[in-house]
């Protein structure tokens, strides 16, 4: 098998290409509600109500649909000027910004390597870390940029995270553990309130975007890893379990 590079894997057609979350609703019909039964609106009016302020971070964001409706729902109370919404994607399908709406913003850009500055009371990921290579990365920097109250809610298979000497992939699940961060096997799902320093010893070696489709049906992307020396012990104890 031939593992793919982070610059290479941008380029893939199984990347570029894919329609996981393009249309998708902060609530209602085909929404982000649905998806992950959490309403996003109901989480940062209540940040709104209780701090003054609230920041949303949609990383994977599609055409900004869900951070769109929640801009325009906030422009109709007049309570944009407390609210901070960020949208960050690999293709530039954003919808366009009405004139009216100067809390929202739209980023073209890859995740691995991204970084910032800011904290956001919620950060999603709706289907996108599939279609990354570097996964732990990427899950590294959202954790890092959480308020101390703040939400991390993403789509997550742990199976597509290959580890050398860990074949039956216990080794992640224990260190999302040892976090405390909250992983539903059977809704693929991860979150976690306030920040965290996920730290797993693992290097990134490449990515496989030949492996066919995932638990959704659609094509996505392996992340494939090995463990520094300094956690090898730790990886061979949880193999055993």
Not at 38 to 55: H, M, N, V, Y
Not at 91 to 110: A, G, K, N, T
Not at 126 to 136: F, M, N, Q, V
Not at 148 to 161: H, L, M
Request: with cysteine; charged share 25%.
């Amino acid at each position: 098998m031939k593992l793919v590079k982070e610059h290479e894997l941008i380029w893939s057609p199984v990347v570029a290409n894919n329609r996981m979350n393009r249309k998708r609703k902060a609530s209602g019909v085909n929404s982000y509600e649905q998806e992950l039964r959490f309403k996003p609106e109901a989480f940062l009016d209540a940040r709104i109500t209780g701090s003054g302020q609230a920041k949303w971070l949609d990383l994977c964001c599609g055409e900004g649909n869900a951070l769109l409706q929640y801009a325009e729902s906030l422009a109709k109370r007049d309570l944009q000027e407390k609210a901070i919404l960020k949208g960050i994607d690999l293709v530039d399908q954003f919808q366009e910004i009405p004139p009216s709406i100067h809390c929202l913003e739209f980023q073209i850009r890859p995740l691995v390597g991204w970084s910032t500055d800011m904290t956001f009371d919620l950060i999603t990921c709706i289907h996108g870390l599939h279609y990354i290579g570097d996964k732990i990365a990427v899950l590294t920097a959202a954790l890092r940029a959480l308020a101390p109250k703040g939400v991390f809610i993403a789509n997550f298979d742990v199976d597509s995270i290959k580890i050398e000497g860990n074949e039956k992939g216990t080794y992640i699940k224990q260190a999302l553990l040892a976090h405390k961060i909250d992983y539903q096997h059977k809704r693929k799902m991860i979150t976690c309130t306030g920040p965290r320093n996920l730290e797993t010893g693992l290097v990134f070696l490449g990515a496989d975007d030949q492996r066919g489709p995932n638990y959704t049906g659609q094509e996505t992307v392996d992340g494939y890893y090995r463990l520094h020396a300094d956690y090898q012990q730790q990886a061979t104890k949880s193999q055993r379990q």
